[in-house]
């Protein structure tokens, strides 16, 4: 079985190349693809859940403060890496993936003008199938200061990083 069938159980068992760091509420991972560098995923820890309704209070609200650090933690380190960082995107959807997850984007200045300004569900859909934009040996100094930021975060919120 491919990590990419099962994202969630294939995190829980150390099989998910992605992960950058465990949370309490779920797995921080940077994305399969990077057209926008930087692009990062929270994926809930309990797999069978499909909504955040579905989710007890205690776990949804976990859940959304670990998507702000995960974000906050993303911003930090492509300020840092691109001077036309411009602001981070949240998204929570589930439209395509029936698991509890949420889209953590860095937008740039330098997107296409016709883009910058609107969702990044509008970029063409050949951008996440291109190898191009593959997640790749290129990107793993950018992962490492994200995985760095993340845990400088928690540390500071006494928030607990498993693993």
Known sequence: MDWRDDRIRS????????????????????????????????LGRDPEARALAEMPRKDRVQFLSDVDLLATAVERACRDADPLFRRMNIDILGNADAFVHAHVWPRYDWEPPELVRKPV???????WSDPAFALGDRHDDL?????????????????????
């Open 11 to 42: 995190a829980a068992r150390g099989e998910n190349p992605t992960v950058l760091a465990e949370l309490e509420s779920g797995y921080a991972v940077i994305g399969d693809v990077q057209f926008l560098p930087g692009y990062c995923v929270l």
């Open 143 to 163: 992962r490492a200061v994200i995985t760095e930021r993340l845990r400088e975060l928690a540390d500071a919120d006494t928030v607990r990083i498993f693993g």
């Open 121 to 127: 569900w509008l970029y063409d859909p050949a951008s």
